[in-house]
């Protein structure tokens, strides 16, 4: 299956009420596919935590997901897995407070919000940085 998706799904999408597995999701596919830009899967905190959660690595993760074409069957298999989906649930009913000062930056950096002027500042500096960090860890760091 081919996945042409370049931004993946908002922070607050959700499937069968678990907040970032949509995101991962396309994230996964995404790099399947080879066209991941200047994302990255499973090196981010958010997306370890879940991970962690999950019981997987990166690459077991990009793999479920690239093998099934819809989120229904990616939540189907990481239920047959065993995923521990109490312990997921509570990370996503808190996923707002635990992330709120990185929760802007995602939305005004991928069009959802427009910035007000000191974000923008901050945007300004922030997205070349974002970008050679995200080129050094896949260079130094495997994703876990």
């Known amino acids: 299956m081919k ?23 396309d994230k996964a ?18 997306d370890h935590a879940l991970l962690t ?8 993760f990009i793999a479920i997901s690239a093998a099934h074409g819809d989120d229904a ?22 996923f707002e407070s635990t992330y709120r000062r990185y929760i802007w930056m995602w939305d005004v950096d991928e069009g959802y919000v427009r910035p007000n002027p000191a974000q923008g500042f901050v945007l300004a500096l922030y997205r070349p940085i974002q970008n050679w960090v995200s080129a050094l860890l896949r260079k130094l760091l495997p994703a876990p």
């Open 53 to 60: 959660r999950l019981g997987l690595s990166t690459d077991e």
């Open 29 to 46: 596919r995404m790099s399947a596919n080879g066209n991941l830009g200047a994302y990255l899967i499973g090196h981010s905190p958010v």
């Open 73 to 94: 069957s990616v939540l189907q298999t990481l239920r047959e897995r065993g995923m521990d989906e109490p312990r997921i649930r509570r990370w996503s009913d808190n």
């Open 3 to 25: 996945f042409k998706q370049t931004v993946p799904r908002r922070w607050n999408v959700a499937v069968d009420g678990i907040r970032w597995l949509p995101r991962m999701i």
